[in-house]
């Protein structure tokens, strides 16, 4: 059964990838002689959370050296001459996808700013949901912006607040803040991690002979060699100096809510989060959609790279063996030629080819881990169908996505989302397949060990993209009427 128009070419953001985009990716260490060298790795690991550009700042006890590049990590941070620059022994880093602020370099961070009690360099993942709306108040008072990114909200309070120390400083700036947000702070003295009141965005702490260490995953202490210590709680800030630590609960204490995305698909499959394996938390996600789905087929083929864990779970669970019945091209970034309509057509060939001994004349499977607009969906399904098999299965080891996110994940308007457009049957109808099954959202829950499934009075996760349900304000949504007519720069470049 095939009711789709599988003509339909694909477009250029159809190439570079039909799924949802990255956040950003936050690194930090003090007192280490090899700081810069540790946070250029750091940040190596934490690459998929951001390729865009990436940036570093050291303090090496007289001043603060600032390194800031459009590019992958590699292609500025294995330079000799930068990394002879990024002098010091305390330094911080960010890798960046752009949710707010166009990828242009005044927008690459850590951002910078020298105040009266000496420079502070920021940096951050997520999105503060009212960002628009304190950046139009702050203009307003008198206040300068060099950048478009929300994260220049938080330089200007901490500039603007009336405390002496500059931890105090710090917390009264983000206790203004709402949305989702992890950030690493970088000043003469000090190396200071805070998570947001829900844990929405991922901090863990680390150490390395004596060094304190900020990352947004275990993945970047493992690549250092450097010990995980906990993570940083929502609602933490924490600050390190050569003397020690320090903790802090300037938001009081209440119930996490990390965002569920982390183990669905934006965390590494190496990572620990939340006492939990990615890995092992995707095998579950796949093992509870076999329960729910019950589908007849004879082999189970995952969506290369992100629907792999899924995938062997769904094959665990069910006795269906899994095959790599597609391969996937990893030297295909961006298009290398350019986007004719020809080459558009050809589409999703670029990245994924069927390999057809293993899918001619079976009932496939198709496990992938989110399904957003659809559009490379289709063209998958119409490549194993050509391939020759005899029926064609999609499972998302996720719910529908139908709501857009608000908290760093660059999802598209909600008009773009197939769920949001379609029912099941319209979804399956568009993207050509036999049929179509989704986790449920109860589902998801069981798979991260609680039976009862999601307690709707206290949802143990940020879930908002499947429920709806945000946990904070959406002050900058509510009165987008005025930051839309608020004199904005139009980014160029």
Same mark, same amino acid.
């Given at each position: ?150 994260? &220049?909200?938080?330089?200007? @309070? !901490? $500039?603007?607040? %009336?405390?002496?120390? +500059?931890?105090? /400083?710090?917390?009264?700036? *983000?206790?203004?803040? &709402?949305?989702?947000?992890? @950030? !690493? $702070?970088?000043? %003469?003295?000090?190396? +200071?991690?805070? /998570?947001?009141?829900?844990? *929405? ?9 004596? $060094? ?282």
């Amino acid at each position: 059964m095939n009711g789709a128009d599988n003509s339909v070419a694909l477009t250029q953001e159809d190439l570079d990838g039909d799924t949802l985009h990255e956040e950003c990716g936050v690194f930090g260490i003090l007192g280490h002689e090899d700081a810069a060298a540790l946070t250029a790795l750091g940040l190596h690991a934490l690459q998929h959370r951001g390729q865009e550009a990436a940036g570093i700042v050291t303090y090496d006890g007289e001043q603060f050296r600032s390194e800031r590049h459009l590019g992958l990590v590699g292609d500025s941070f294995s330079k000799p001459e930068i990394m002879e620059h990024l002098k010091g022994s305390y330094s911080v880093g960010h890798v960046r996808y752009s949710t707010t602020g166009a990828p242009v370099l005044r927008n690459v961070q850590p951002l910078f700013a020298e105040l009266d009690g000496g420079g502070i360099a920021v940096c951050h993942n997520g999105n503060f949901t009212n960002a628009m709306t304190l950046r139009r108040q702050l203009i307003k008072d008198g206040a300068i912006c060099q950048s478009t990114s929300d994260s &220049e909200v938080v330089l200007q @309070l !901490v $500039a603007r607040s %009336r405390q002496t120390k +500059i931890v105090d /400083r710090f917390i009264e700036a *983000i206790t203004q803040m &709402e949305g989702a947000f992890s @950030l !690493v $702070a970088l000043t %003469r003295k000090k190396l +200071i991690g805070a /998570r947001d009141p829900f844990g *929405i965005r991922p901090l863990v702490l680390g150490d390395l002979n004596g $060094a304190p260490i900020f990352a947004s995953e275990t993945c970047a202490l493992d690549i250092i060699g450097a010990k995980f210590i906990r993570e940083v709680e929502n609602g933490e800030v924490i600050v390190c100096t050569p003397g020690g630590m320090e903790s802090y609960f300037p938001f009081g204490k209440r119930p996490a809510r990390p965002c569920i995305f982390e183990y669905i698909y934006f965390s590494r499959p190496d990572s620990i989060l939340g006492g939990h394996s990615v890995y092992d938390v995707r095998k579950q996600f796949g093992r509870q959609l076999a329960l729910e789905s019950q589908i007849k087929a004879d082999v189970i083929v995952p969506v290369p790279d992100s629907g792999v864990p899924a995938a062997l779970g769904y094959s665990q669970e069910s006795g269906i063996p899994f095959e790599l019945g597609i391969i996937r091209n990893h030297y295909v970034g961006r298009t290398f030629i350019e986007p004719t309509q020809q080459i558009r057509t050809l589409g999703v060939k670029l990245k994924h080819s069927a390999n057809q001994a293993q899918i001619k004349g079976k009932r496939v499977v198709l496990v992938d881990d989110s399904l957003v607009r659809g559009t490379t969906s289709l063209k998958i399904v119409q490549m194993i169908r050509d391939a020759g098999a005899s029926e064609v299965h999609f499972c998302l080891a996720s719910p529908p996505i139908k709501y857009s996110d608000y908290y760093g994940i660059d999802t598209p308007v909600r008009e773009k989302l197939l769920a949001a457009k379609y029912d099941l049957a319209g979804m399956k109808n568009y993207i050509g397949a036999d049929s179509l099954h989704f986790l449920s959202v109860d589902g998801v829950y069981k798979a991260m060990g609680y039976e009862e499934g999601r307690n709707n009075d206290a949802p143990q996760f940020t879930d908002h993209c499947f429920t709806g349900d945000y946990p904070t304000p959406l002050t900058d949504l509510i009165n987008d009427d005025d930051n839309r007519a608020a004199p904005r720069l139009v980014e160029v470049g």
